[in-house]
């Protein structure tokens, strides 16, 4: 069975500094990985994948993650903090069934 | 390029009536997806269905039950509802094939009185 974990409810960070999401992962094969993001009251928007190449990938607002195999994680990571990225942010694990997994989110914080 | 389409928004339903929540997906995905949102609970998945055919199954009761029709649409039913049911009901399209990411619609909110 595949799963996904994100160890953290709650990461709080200042305006400027360099933010990481937390998501590790276990699943039989090859993963497709995702980082969704969710503002309140609205559905989630995608904002970058790990399918296969790069171990770095940049997705949108200047949002980039890296898959690191054998530690099975894909954090979130940007390098300077916006008060608008304040938001619940869900890592994803989508297998060869089409199954996709989302972790239970965690919600960032940028302070200004 | 429209987007997922769910309809309605909003919705009030009294304990033991059944609903239908509706699903546009993005033109050209054939994939659709249901997952309902708690708080306590997270994402929870429903069901998916490809190609008018039901591919993928979460845990819910037999209540829950969906639909896809040709051109993609979907529709999710609840009958029977409980003060549980409850949440934010989100409708995902993808397109096929296993990379392909889900662009989520703006949820349906049902309340359960």
């Known amino acids: ?112 | 390029k429209a987007g997922v389409t769910q309809t309605p928004r909003y919705l009030i339903k009294t304990r033991g009536q059944q609903v239908t929540l509706s699903c546009s997906p993005i033109s050209g995905h054939r994939s659709v997806s249901w997952y309902q949102q708690t708080p306590g609970q997270g994402l929870q998945f429903l069901f998916e269905y490809f190609s008018e055919t039901q591919r993928n199954k979460g845990n819910f009761p037999g209540r829950f039950s969906g639909r896809q029709f040709s051109n993609s649409r979907s529709e999710m039913n609840v009958s029977t509802l409980e003060l549980g049911d409850s949440a934010l009901y989100l409708c995902a399209s993808s397109a096929a094939g296993q990379g392909s990411g889900y662009t989520f619609g703006s949820g349906t909110r049902l309340t359960v009185v």
């Open chain 1, 1 to 112: 069975a595949q799963s996904v974990a994100q160890p953290e409810d709650q990461v709080n960070v200042a305006e400027g500094n360099p933010l990481t999401v937390k998501c590790t992962y276990s699943v039989s094969g090859n993963p497709y990985l995702f980082w969704y993001v969710q503002y309140p009251n609205r559905g989630l928007q995608f904002l970058l994948k790990y399918i296969t190449g790069d171990n770095l990938v940049k997705g949108s607002y200047g949002f980039e993650a890296e898959f690191n195999k054998s530690q099975t994680s894909f954090h979130l990571k940007k390098p300077s903090a916006l008060v608008s990225d304040s938001a619940l942010y869900f890592c994803a694990v989508r297998t060869n069934a089409g199954k996709s997994t989302f972790g239970d989110g965690t919600t960032l914080t940028v302070k200004p």
